[in-house]
């Protein structure tokens, strides 16, 4: 079985791609691009709005909030 011929992107879907990325903890970026050359792959057509909806909804699936420390967050420098 032959693998799928990689997919052309334009500036703009790349620029969406590394933004939705860059949010995600490093050591789920690669799984969260493969996930998405996966899904892209398998759409009958790309475009800036597909790309995005792919994006969303992987990155959904990767994105862990932040943890906190606990200390209470004053507001304003130095206060």
Request: hydrophobic share 40%; glycine share 10%.
């Amino acid at each position: 079985m032959l693998a799928p011929s990689p997919r052309a992107l334009s500036d703009s879907e790349l620029t969406t791609i590394m933004a939705a990325c860059r949010p995600l903890n490093p050591a789920d970026r690669d799984a969260f691009l493969h996930s998405v050359a996966a899904a892209l792959g398998g759409l009958p057509q790309l475009g800036d709005g597909a790309v995005s909806r792919v994006c969303r909804d992987i990155q959904s699936r990767y994105w862990q909030p932040p943890e906190l420390d606990g200390r209470p967050h004053v507001g304003g420098i130095g206060r």
